[in-house]
């Protein structure tokens, strides 16, 4: 039976942040605005770990707003269509995956863009899962449009919450932080539950977090695979419950270009601009299971990788990349702190500086 390959998409894939994007372009200093409410975010599944919250719900909490600046779904599906950049040799890399295991995407990014995905690389959208979300079918007041451009525009001017390392309480946060706290509760929780545009939140399921992780479960259950012989890819907050679910039951679960939140859950740690080293990873993994695969990253080379049987021709394109070899690294709590710091860093000179730091 062919292993199974989950893959996380912007990140391990591509090189988006497709709700990101979406707010620069149609809310005016849509990149401030996005990255306080990402902040914000973090905030309430990371230290308030809140009951029920899923990390990545910036993509249900931007919603209203991009509906009140008259935001499309034809519009969502044109931009992120015209706007995919892919990671390097990632068509090349998931057609080698193919012909070795079951390959799906899991992914936060809303469905807009994962069919544009699909439709670039030809991959197939039922080996998808992702947020599902139809702008079109809201119907908003224009008194309702009005107050809703205004709070947007009144947090593209706050200043991005600080999270104190180890926070895990709403008293760990400085007085500043914690009225900045109170303002976006304000907001998520009072303002816009009492408007009409409320639907949008409780009909929207965000594909962050522990529904990652509940995807893999699905998708494990549909196939009838065990868990030994799933690989998944995740970089972010939104694959911490995924990325751990499949480091626990014995698969393997690698951080690709992740930050501090992937590389702290993941087996292993990739820092690559090509994704030909995902290929070689698979490929050794569905070869010889996990802890023959951990042993050949533990001295990450081409002799390494020759002995395990691993197509030749695929591992000389990884090590003659032409902007460098890529970084392997098994992740223990003595190395923990420098990959997460070397893995951000060069997160930050694959997808950009505003992308890069994201949760």
Same mark, same amino acid.
Request: aromatic share 8%.
């Given at each position: ?51 029920? &919250? ?17 935001? %499309? ?13 892919? *990671? ?26 994962? #069919?544009?995905?699909?439709?670039? *690389? ?9 947020? #599902? ?21 009144? $947090? ?11 926070? #895990? ?17 304000? *907001?998520?929780?009072? $303002? ?19 529904? #990652? ?24 907050? %939104? ?46 993994? &569905? ?10 990253? !533990? ?25 460098? !070899? ?12 420098? *990959? ?20």
């Amino acid at each position: 039976m062919k292993g199974l390959f989950v893959s996380d998409c912007e990140g391990p894939i591509s090189k988006n942040d497709n709700a990101y994007e979406l707010s620069v372009k149609f809310i005016p200093n849509g990149d401030r605005f996005f990255c306080n409410v990402s902040r914000y975010d973090d905030v309430l599944a990371d230290v308030f770990n809140k009951p029920g &919250y899923m990390a990545g719900s910036t993509l249900k909490l931007i919603l209203p707003f991009l509906k009140a600046y008259d935001v %499309t779904d034809h519009q969502m599906e044109k931009f992120s269509s015209d706007n995919i950049i892919l *990671i390097e040799d990632t068509q090349n890399a998931l057609k080698h995956i193919e012909s070795i295991a079951e390959r799906y995407i899991v992914s936060t990014s809303y469905e807009h863009y994962i #069919k544009a995905l699909c439709n670039t *690389i030809n991959f197939p959208y039922k080996n998808t899962y992702c947020t #599902k979300v139809s702008l079109d079918s809201v119907t908003m007041m224009s008194q309702e449009k009005n107050i809703l451009c205004e709070i947007a525009q009144e $947090i593209s001017q706050m200043p991005l919450i600080a999270i104190p390392s180890n926070a #895990k309480s709403f008293a760990d946060f400085s007085l500043e932080d914690q009225a900045l706290i109170k303002r976006f509760d304000e *907001i998520f929780r009072e $303002i816009l539950q009492m408007s009409a545009v409320s639907k949008i939140f409780s009909n929207v399921v965000v594909v962050g977090g522990e529904q #990652k992780a509940e995807s893999i479960r699905d998708i494990v259950k549909c196939l009838k695979v065990s868990f030994e012989n799933v690989m998944y890819v995740g970089d972010s907050i %939104t694959d911490v419950e995924a990325l751990r679910l499949v480091k626990e039951n014995g698969g393997l679960s690698v951080s690709f270009n992740g930050n501090s939140y992937a590389v702290k859950n993941a087996d292993a740690a990739v820092i690559s601009e090509s994704n030909l080293v995902t290929a070689v990873i698979a490929d050794v993994f &569905y070869r010889l299971g996990r802890e023959e695969t951990l042993k050949v990253m !533990r001295s990450w080379g081409e002799a390494s990788l020759g002995s395990g049987g691993v197509d030749l021709g695929l591992v000389k394109q990884v090590f003659e990349f032409k902007r460098g !070899r890529p970084k392997v690294q098994i992740v223990t709590s003595e190395n923990m702190s420098l *990959i997460v710091a070397e893995s951000s860093e060069f997160r930050k000179s694959v997808r950009g500086v505003a992308i890069g730091r994201l949760g």
